[in-house]
């Protein structure tokens, strides 16, 4: 009777049939599919006429048609074509072989390098850390930029935006930052970006030595949407996995706005109705909970640094997707196409950026400085049409006649080669003296 009971049980656990539903529409990358309950971010393949089946996720539904995006170009597809549950594979796993490595959106490796293991798995979206219980941030976070390092000072476990229209020096400045921060890991996430810089980025701004403490995750521009947003969440969820290990991570994503031009993508083919020029209201719930993932846990071993790159179309600072940033990250620093044109790299506005976190990591004596130095350089730019045409007469104001004398001094200071290491402590003496 046992023996019996036991033969049920194993019948009972052998699959009778597999739920199946049928291609019933195809607008852009939107898939339309009947016959079978999925659920909103499953998984599924669709056949196409040749045999072949590609990858897609169930972005929605509306009454019994579910709404598919495919990961990859969908081509080939009939109506009628078969769709069906992917089968449950485990999920990712991670562990020290992904440093080094170059995987895309769905954490396949497409570096030619063999497959990729580890030991822990990898969870599918990046995790929600409780408010009350994230480490707050401490420490210096050392970028080797002069300008961030002594004026807009970072701590280990900030976020923060690098806002910049396009060709103003962001990629520039970010391969800068990741060749000289002191960090166990960094986690790239190259979204939406040119084909062409991918390549580059890894070469000359890792170069070797970079790539073998970091993992790249990648999603050009010709990617699906989809594709997109699953690269910007799984770098998030990389770099939460080596910080909950205990390591010190830098997070760099270039770029947020793209993120949200993916969001907008998915949301216009759903026929969500468009807001703030074309960004539909979903998009800007969504930035928040992503941006939220990232920073310190909950374990006192271990930080999470974030630098997001947030374009502004058209330098308008006053952008949606900028003005969101710069609400719900840590501080931001505004490169501006005014000192770009001059030849000043970086092109940091210290004026206008700022670091949220700075008086939590630096002493009252250097902040008192970064003030200092931010008040005569705004002094400057304020007579700095007059100087050419002699308008400006020395004497009338003592703090402008001294921002005039210091400013080559300041200009000195803030620029820097993107072959030239700033570390923190030397940086922290230039500024001492600077003022003297």
Known sequence: MIAAALRQLE????????????????????????????QTGQCCRIETASGEWIAAQVVGFRNEISYLMPFKRPEGLATGARVLPAADQG???????????????????????????????????????????RKPVEGVLDVGVRALN????????????????????????????????????????????????VREFIDMSLGPAGLARAVVVIAPADESPL??????????????????????????????????????????????????????PSVFGLLPQLVESAGNGEHE???????????????????PVVDTARAILDGHIVLSRELADRGH?????????????????????????AREIKALY?????????????????GADPATDRAVALYPRIEAFLHQGTREAAPFADTLARLESLLA
């Open 227 to 280: 594709m997109r947003l699953r690269a910007t969440e799984l770098c998030h969820a990389i770099a939460a996995h080596y910080r909950d290990q205990g390591q010190n991570v830098l997070l760099l994503v270039d770029s947020l706005t793209r993120y949200a031009m993916a969001r907008r993508e998915v949301a216009l083919a759903l026929g969500e109705p468009p807001a703030t020029r074309g960004y539909p």
């Open 11 to 38: 019948f009972a656990d052998i699959p009778v049939a597999t739920h199946t539903g049928r291609l019933v529409g195809a607008s852009g990358l939107l898939l339309e599919s009947t016959g079978c309950a999925f």
């Open 301 to 319: 071993a271990g930080s999470m640094s974030a630098i997001y790159t947030v374009l502004a179309e058209g330098d308008d600072q006053q952008d």
């Open 345 to 369: 790299y970086p092109a940091i506005d210290i004026a206008q950026s700022i670091s949220r976190c700075m008086a939590q990591v630096t002493t009252p004596a250097q902040q008192a400085a």
């Open 150 to 197: 002594g004026l807009l000072t970072l701590g280990r476990g900030q976020r923060v935006g690098l806002m910049a229209g396009s060709g103003v020096g962001k990629s520039v400045l970010l391969g800068l930052i990741t060749r000289q921060t002191v960090a166990d890991v960094v986690v790239v996430g190259l979204i939406g970006e040119r084909g062409r810089e």
């Open 378 to 394: 705004s002094r400057y730019v304020r007579v700095r049409d007059l100087l050419p045409l002699g308008a400006y007469v020395a």
């Open 91 to 133: 999920g990712l796993m991670i562990g020290p072989s992904w440093l080094g490595r170059i995987v895309n959106g769905l954490g396949e490796p497409v570096d030619g390098r063999g497959r990729l293991g580890g030991e822990h798995p990898l969870a599918a979206r990046p995790p929600h850390v409780h408010p009350l219980r």
